[in-house]
């Protein structure tokens, strides 16, 4: 997962229903780049 490609970002934004700066705050809170590192942050941060 790549923080600049815009259609990786758009991508969770529509699966996760995030915004951009969610995801993208997400790939440097968890210093990673694994999608389902990144989707698991996002799920529980949703909580």
Same mark, same amino acid.
């Given at each position: 997962?790549?923080?600049?490609?815009?259609?990786?970002?758009?991508?969770?934004?529509?699966?996760l229903r995030?915004?951009?700066?969610?995801?993208t705050g %997400?790939?440097? @809170?968890?210093?990673? +780049?694994?999608?389902? %590192?990144?989707? @698991?942050?996002?799920? +529980?941060?949703?909580?």
């Amino acid at each position: 997962m790549s923080g600049s490609e815009n259609y990786e970002i758009q991508y969770f934004m529509k699966k996760l229903r995030v915004g951009s700066q969610a995801v993208t705050g %997400a790939i440097r @809170a968890i210093r990673t +780049n694994d999608r389902r %590192a990144l989707e @698991a942050y996002l799920k +529980n941060k949703q909580k």
